[in-house]
Antibody
Framework: QVTLKESGPALVNPTQTLTLTCSFS??????????VSWIRQPPGKALEWLAR???????FYVTSLKTRLTISKDTSKNQVVLTMTNMDPVDTATYFC???????????WGQGTVVIVSS | SYVLTQPPSVSVAPGQTARMTCGGN??????VHWYQQRPGQAPVLVVY???DRPSGIPERFSGSNSGNTATLTISRVEAGDEADYYC??????????FGGGTKLTVL
């Protein structure tokens, strides 16, 4: 059974750096073809893909946020970490991590973690 | 950048067929994936690669894709199908593109 769970701060001050952790089980990121992505959803709005990391440590980012995002993995801990710098109120959203099949089919999702950016 | 257009809402009576469209320039040349998101929950993959269903997804869910329109069809709609539905593709310039979502209301 594949499970993913996001964790991180619920409240972040503007200009701060956000660090989110995705802890997963039921698969390994050391297995060829495995990938994990981060996706966010502002309140009442659509989904937005942010970043992806592959089994071979290849990394991909949404162009509009590329300078602010860093994705990394700890294979031994079955975790993927996303950092986003210079947080702004418009970054308020639910952040999801998802196992990613092929290049971009999100076949298992975490429950999401709500992040509010406010002073 | 590539844009996917979905109607904001679709309404259907129980037992009827719901069809939700996803428009994009020559979308028929891309693989389209569909997600169901019930209120307060994470999205769930219901159709991938235009027409395939993950294990556990009822046969009532089906997809098609041709020309400039992809369609998710739900047959014999049930109250539990009420949710937001998002289409998604890969685009070589934007990586991932999601549509704006369609809210399915079961009357």
């Amino acid at each position: 059974q594949v499970t993913l769970k996001e964790s991180g701060p619920a409240l972040v001050n503007p200009t701060q750096t956000l660090t989110l952790t995705c802890s997963f089980s039921g698969f390994s990121l050391s297995t060829t073809g495995m990938r994990v992505s981060w996706i966010r959803q502002p309140p009442g709005k659509a989904l937005e893909w942010l970043a992806r990391i592959d089994w071979d440590d290849d990394k991909f980012y949404v162009t509009s946020l590329k300078t602010r995002l860093t994705i990394s993995k700890d294979t031994s801990k079955n975790q993927v970490v996303l950092t986003m710098t210079n947080m702004d109120p418009v970054d308020t959203a639910t952040y999801f991590c998802a196992r990613t099949r092929s290049m971009y089919v999100f076949d298992a999702w975490g429950q999401g973690t709500v992040v509010i950016v406010s002073s | 950048s590539y844009v996917l257009t979905q109607p904001p809402s679709v309404s259907v009576a129980p037992g009827q067929t719901a069809r939700m469209t996803c428009g994009g320039n020559n979308i028929g040349s891309k693989s389209v994936h569909w997600y169901q998101q019930r209120p307060g929950q994470a999205p769930v993959l219901v159709v991938y690669d235009d027409t395939d269903r993950p294990s556990g997804i009822p046969e009532r869910f089906s997809g098609s894709n041709s020309g400039n329109t992809a369609t998710l069809t739900i047959s014999r709609v049930e109250a539990g199908d009420e949710a937001d539905y998002y289409c998604q593709v890969w685009d070589n310039s934007d990586h991932v593109v999601f549509g704006g979502g369609t809210k399915l209301t079961v009357l």
